[in-house]
């Protein structure tokens, strides 16, 4: 069992940044992906990014250029820096994890409560 939790969110201004963290209550070092999602109030969960225990990342087009994902092993967390926010950013971030030593084609089984973002206008 892994559980995670999220701190960092908050309220920011239109074109500020917030930095996420998701900490894990053991080792992530056997978790292949670990990933942030978000959800909007009337909206579906939707993944903003993703990272392999070997560095590879994956990111929404609607982030791109804009958030960064990173993981450090030794601290068991995972960081999203969010730059560049926007109003559309509002929303409950989630961290989400593989079980350890699981494919790269399973799903994600460990969640966190969420953390608020909120940008104003």
């Known amino acids: 069992q892994v559980q995670l939790v999220e701190s960092g969110g908050g309220l920011v201004q239109t074109g500020g940044s917030l930095r996420l963290s998701c900490a894990a209550s053991?080792?992530?070092?056997?978790?292949?992906?670990m990933g942030w999602y978000r959800q909007a109030p009337g909206k579906q969960r939707e993944l903003v990014a993703s990272?392999?225990?070997?560095?590879?990342?994956n990111y929404a087009e609607f982030v791109k250029g804009r958030f960064t994902i990173s993981r450090d092993s030794a601290n068991n967390t995972v960081y999203l820096q969010m730059n560049s926010l926007k109003p559309e950013d509002t929303a409950v971030y989630y961290c989400?994890?593989?079980?350890?030593?699981?494919?790269?084609?399973?799903?994600?089984?460990?969640w966190g409560q969420g953390t608020q973002v909120t940008v104003s206008a």
């Open positions: 990272v392999t225990n070997s560095g590879n990342t």
């Open positions: 053991g080792s992530i070092v056997r978790i292949l992906t």
């Open positions: 989400a994890s593989q079980r350890p030593f699981a494919p790269m084609t399973s799903t994600y089984a460990y």
